[in-house]
Nanobody, 114 residues
Framework: QVQLVESGGGLVQAGGSLRLSCAASGSITSIKVMGWYRQAPGKQREFVAR???????YYSDSVKGRFTISRDNDKSTVWLQMNSLKPEDTAVYYCNAQTYVTYWGQGTQVTVSS
């Protein structure tokens, strides 16, 4: 079992920055991938970024060059640095961890005003 707790969301003006954190606990040595997804009102949850064991990162085209995902060496925390935020980045952001099971955090709201 893995538990995930996100923090760092909030309200920011367009062009601003936020840093999201996700603290993992439980069977963290079993985690193979950690990442972030988001869900805007009325839309499906979508992939934002992920980091796999070994450090390789992947980003959606919509955030590439603006967001950076990073993870500490003991796999207990993953961050999402979000720069040059746009109103269309407004969503609930969810942390995700994959072992042989997929785990989700409770989500943190990010609102970008124009």
């Amino acid at each position: 079992q893995v538990q995930l707790v996100e923090s760092g969301g909030g309200l920011v003006q367009a062009g601003g920055s936020l840093r999201l954190s996700c603290a993992a606990s439980g069977s963290i040595t079993s985690i193979k991938v950690m990442g972030w997804y988001r869900q805007a009102p009325g839309k499906q949850r979508e992939f934002v970024a992920r980091v796999i064991n070994g450090g390789t990162t992947y980003y959606s085209d919509s955030v590439k060059g603006r967001f950076t995902i990073s993870r500490d060496n003991d796999k207990s925390t993953v961050w999402l640095q979000m720069n040059s935020l746009k109103p269309e980045d407004t969503a609930v952001y969810y942390c995700n961890a994959q072992t042989y099971v997929t785990y989700w955090g409770q989500g943190t709201q990010v609102t970008v005003s124009s």
